[in-house]
């Protein structure tokens, strides 16, 4: 470059791009000041991408429901079918498929296209316990204050707390609370719960229903009870300590298949198989995310994607993210990034 080129870049204050400038960590100790490169569309947060849908936010109890869907979501007609059957039984959809497959982006994409709010999740784990799901009920802060009051009081019989604020319903509960449209309930990874866990659900998924103990033991003249829910900043209120829908929730179940289910929770259940995306559905789906414009030039990636896929685990995300760094001009094949990127999803790391 010739110094005039040089002057004239440094005029206008745009300087050329350079191979390193992708590159925001170059780990040589040297602090530096760089504005940071827009996220993936699927990597954004707390933005609100797409337009409130009619019907949303309307009302007391939509309080904290609202939360437009960030991403497209494609899916077969047939495996469409199957959501649909669900929906009209009123019965649980038991998606499997590999990781990857969308299996949990389902639940949001039902909640987005119905205009039904925010999605209520129950992440499972080997700690996970249907009552936990169902509503929690804080005893030890309800005695503190009362306590509390009593002392302050001076007369050591301070007015009772508000049994309600110590009462909070788990996502599983608040899906039950009665509406006049279902809640979206995602049940993520059931299979990694305990053995009983499915069966522990057959009782609340066949009656629609639960009780709160510590509220169906208030006298009976006591009035509804205000509790808090697992929406953000938002209460329901439950009469005699019983909490009945009155649209059973839209229940979307994932498992990666690492344990078989018995059969009675099987039989309450629609069953739904994700397969993995073929080249075809591959390229939709980045052109969907990225734009029909990522498409160009990324056959080589496509090919190594499935030829990976072939003889292990590979997501669908794991393509996404390599064309868009693609796509920002980094170069894959330096060193091990594309397999970085690309990594197989089982066996040892």
């Known amino acids: 470059m ?6 004239a870049e440094a005029g ?8 390193d400038d992708w590159r925001l960590f170059r780990g040589n100790g040297n602090r ?3 504005p940071f490169p827009e996220a993936p569309p699927w990597r954004r947060f707390g933005r609100a991408d797409t337009p409130e849908q009619p019907g949303e936010a309307e009302g007391e109890e939509e309080r904290g429901r609202t939360t437009p869907f960030p991403r497209p979501y494609l899916i077969g007609p047939a495996e469409a079918d199957v959501v649909n059957a669900a929906l009209h039984l009123r019965r649980p959809l038991l998606v499997t498929g590999h990781p990857g497959t969308g299996k949990s982006s389902l639940a949001h994409a039902v909640a987005h296209e119905l205009a039904l709010g925010r999605v209520l999740q129950w992440p499972v784990n080997s700690r996970s316990t249907l009552q936990d799901a169902l509503y929690q009920y804080d005893a030890v802060g309800r005695l503190r204050e009362a306590t509390l009051r009593r002392d302050t009081d001076g007369t050591g ?3 009772e707390p508000d049994i309600g604020k110590y009462v909070r319903l788990g996502p599983l509960g608040n899906a ?10 995602l049940v993520d990874e059931l299979d990694k719960g305990d053995v009983d866990l499915p069966n522990d659900l057959l009782t609340v998924f066949e009656e629609g229903e639960f009780a709160i103990p510590e509220l169906t033991r208030l006298p009976e003249d006591h009035g509804p009870v205000s509790v808090q829910t697992d929406d953000p900043d938002a209460s ?11 649209e059973f929730p839209v229940v979307i179940i994932t498992s990666n298949g690492e344990r078989d289910f018995p059969p009675a929770f099987l039989r309450r259940c629609v069953r739904l198989d994700l397969p993995e995306p073929d080249e075809r559905r591959l390229r939709e789906i980045v052109a969907a995310h990225l734009g029909p ?18 003889s292990g685990e590979l997501a669908t995300d794991q393509l996404l993210n390599a064309v868009f760094l693609r796509k920002g001009g980094v ?15 089982g066996g040892a790391v």
């Open 236 to 246: 329901a209120p439950v009469e005699r300590g019983h909490v009945r829908c009155h």
């Open 32 to 34: 530096r000041d760089v």
């Open 12 to 19: 206008t204050g745009h300087q050329p791009p350079t191979e």
């Open 2 to 7: 010739t110094t005039a080129e040089h002057g």
């Open 157 to 159: 019989h301070g007015a």
């Open 293 to 310: 414009d990522a498409l160009g030039g990324v056959d080589d990636l496509l090919r190594e994607f499935l030829d990976r896929r072939v």
């Open 331 to 345: 170069d894959l094949d330096a060193g091990s990034l594309l397999e970085a990127v690309l990594h197989r999803l």
């Open 176 to 185: 039950l609370v009665p509406r006049d449209r279902p809640r979206v309930l």
